[in-house]
């Protein structure tokens, strides 16, 4: 069956740097898109980044506002990555990792997620 595994998380002080990954198995997601939203305790669910297959072993990714300038996405096949940068407290959450098969182009910020990971913790301390 399909399985969505992030890992990477940790506890790191404000202004460090972690990298999370993610592998989607189980099915070929190599043409499917796959995201990163987090979600912090008394918060609704937010959207970080996702990627959107264009061709070949191309991918296009869009990222939150929020985020921007800080953290990076990149894919490779089945494989999401998230870099993560100039950290701060604000962005201590558990980041959840999600793919679909529901391709809507490059629009993998309107794709309605079906596979989602179990998530990692990150921990941001000042």
């Known amino acids: 069956q399909v399985q969505v595994v992030e890992s990477g998380g940790g506890l790191v002080q404000e202004g460090g740097s972690l990298k999370l990954s993610c592998t989607a198995s189980?099915?070929?997601?190599?043409?499917?898109?796959m995201a990163w939203y987090r979600q912090s305790a008394g918060k609704e669910r937010e959207f970080v980044s996702c990627?959107?297959?264009?061709?070949?072993?191309?991918?296009s990714a869009s990222t939150a506002d929020s985020v921007g300038g800080r953290f990076t996405t990149s894919r490779f096949k089945n494989r999401l990555f998230l870099q993560m940068n100039s950290l701060k407290p604000e962005d201590t959450a558990i980041y959840y990792c999600?793919?679909?098969?529901?391709?809507?182009?490059?629009?993998?910020?309107?794709?309605?997620?079906?596979?989602w990971g179990q998530g990692t913790q990150v921990t941001v301390s000042s």
């Open positions: 189980g099915s070929s997601f190599d043409e499917s898109p």
């Open positions: 999600a793919a679909d098969k529901d391709r809507l182009g490059d629009r993998c910020r309107d794709v309605d997620y079906g596979y």
């Open positions: 990627t959107s297959w264009v061709g070949l072993d191309a991918y």
